[in-house]
């Protein structure tokens, strides 16, 4: 089991700028054809999305870059927060954003709102995205985290699972945050150069024990992954 709760390194001097996104010509390509194809965007920063979920009853964690951030305390431009609940927990959360937003189920190239009549996820494992209505930009994105008996359930790995305060940490923001390890196991399927980025910044500063850990799970998925050539035993 991965990752035990535990608080990230100290943060740098909110004086420090962030470091910027880097993206190749793809990537940037990519992620244009995705905002033609489905609307503008104005996330919220880190501070809005906690403020956004700070009434939900249920667990909630941020993941992706921004929870790189809190473990290494080293600051980077980022597209968005990516913040995190059980599948299971989604009608809970329509009844605490009721009216006031739309959430909206993605999984690939479907997309369609959950309302009254279609109140279902495509499935466990697929996302959510919230605006006020449809002339609003989308200021949230919510990929969900299958769970099994209540516990959180790797979607990519499902006999990889755990409780949530097994897999999260809490930071002195008091915000909840995905283990980093877990972060980067995210990260290695993607390979984009934020993740090179982060995997390079992270590596260092985890544990014996996590370095060992993530170094298994990398091989079990992909023997041939150049991460490994970075981080042989």
């Not at 993206?23 to 996330?43: N, Q, V």
């Not at 809970?92 to 909206?104: I, N, T």
């Not at 709102?113 to 697929?126: E, G, I, Q, R, Y």
């Not at 290695?188 to 993740?195: G, I, S, V």
């Amino acid at each position: 089991m991965a990752g035990m709760s535990e608080p990230g390194a100290p943060r740098v001097s909110p004086a420090v700028p962030p470091e910027p996104v880097m993206r190749t010509a793809a990537e940037a390509e990519e992620r244009e054809y995705w905002a033609h194809l489905y609307g503008r965007w104005e996330p919220f920063d880190l501070a809005g999305a906690a403020a956004f979920m700070a009434g939900f009853g249920r667990p909630w964690w941020i993941v992706g870059g921004w929870a790189i951030d809190a473990f290494t305390g080293v600051d980077r431009q980022h597209d968005d927060v990516d913040v995190s609940i059980l599948a299971c927990d989604v009608p809970s959360l329509r009844a605490y954003v009721g009216e006031r937003w739309h959430l909206w189920t993605l999984a690939g190239v479907e997309m369609r709102p959950l309302t009254p009549k279609h109140p279902d996820v495509f499935h466990p494992s697929s996302q959510l995205w919230v605006r006020k209505h449809g002339d609003a930009p989308w200021v949230l994105d919510l990929p969900l985290t299958p769970d099994r008996d209540g516990l959180w359930t790797n979607k990519f790995i499902p006999d990889h699972a755990g409780r949530i305060d097994e897999v999260t940490w809490v930071a002195d923001d008091g915000i909840r945050y995905l283990n980093p390890e877990i972060v980067l196991l995210f990260k290695a399927r993607k390979r984009r150069t934020k993740d090179e980025r982060d995997f390079r910044l992270v590596w260092p500063l985890l544990t014996e024990d996590k370095q060992t850990w993530l170094r298994g799970m990398i091989r079990r998925t992909d023997t041939e992954h150049p991460w490994l050539q970075q981080i042989p035993r």
